[in-house]
């Protein structure tokens, strides 16, 4: 089903469109993991994505807000021509609310000023994302990981059965199991929308992980799954995280899933790797930036100035 936006119709990213929408992600790669077709394609029915061309070589993604209804885009993906700027700068002043970018890169914003200057910028610190040496990780060397080297030391005494194996499409049924674990853990209700929210990207990934081209890691304790990590190369030379799960009640498997993880991104000759987000939890900052990333990447939110919001 198609939507009209902007001028624009507008339909659901579906598997049906990897072959295009991929195609024009790998010619505009950008340092986003989400702009990625299998991230996008993932989250797709949680967040409403939808896409569009604007010209033969940018396209749109919007994404619907519940349960307001109002529709936003995501950063234009490609070549922003002038013409099309102004048709979408006057389509977004009809509306009655004040549209927003969301999701924008910093050098979207420095090559983009003529656009980008109609609306208002803020930084998303918590949209930010962490940028890592896969060999830092993989190997964890010198004096500021010692922390991490004892953690994986213990876990590896506490739990001598222990195992870490690639993921399989075999693996959905155990990867949704450690996230309701992990959830039910932390007293997360099963019916919680972000839960389920998750749960429904994991499940599609894990339903087309050959054909998403996706990687991954398991690691269980004799026969029990306690975490799983699932990532894709983007490019020659980056590796993004999407998900990375583990059971809270093991000293150190988290620290565990992250070094196997590294371990098996260096493997494939990747050399840095994208964390993605914080999404402002602390602790999960903390845990980022415990393991020193190379860089975080800044993500601004735009609002349209002069709109007929009311």
Known sequence: MTSNFLGLEFEPITLEHKAVLQEHLRRFPQRISGYTFASLAAWAEPYGFEWSRAGDDCVLICRLSKPSGER??????GVVNSDWCARLLAEARKLNYALKMLSVAKDFLDRHGPLCDQFTAEEDRSGANYIYLARDLAELSGRRYAKKRNLITQFSKLYPDWTATPLDPRCGPPCVAVLLAMAHGEG??????TLQAEL??????MHHFEELEQRGMMIRIGDEP????????????TAAVHFEKASREHKGLYQMINRETSRM?????????NREEDLGDEGLRQ???SYFPLDIYPVYNLTITGSAER
């Open 188 to 193: 997360v209700a099963t019916d919680d929308s």
């Open 72 to 77: 936003h885009l995501l950063q234009p993906i």
């Open 287 to 289: 845990a980022k930036l």
């Open 226 to 237: 306690v975490a799983f990590s699932i990532f894709e190369c983007v490019g020659l030379e």
């Open 265 to 273: 991104v260096t493997a494939v000759g990747c050399h840095l790797i």
């Open 200 to 205: 429904k990207a994991v499940d599609f990934t």
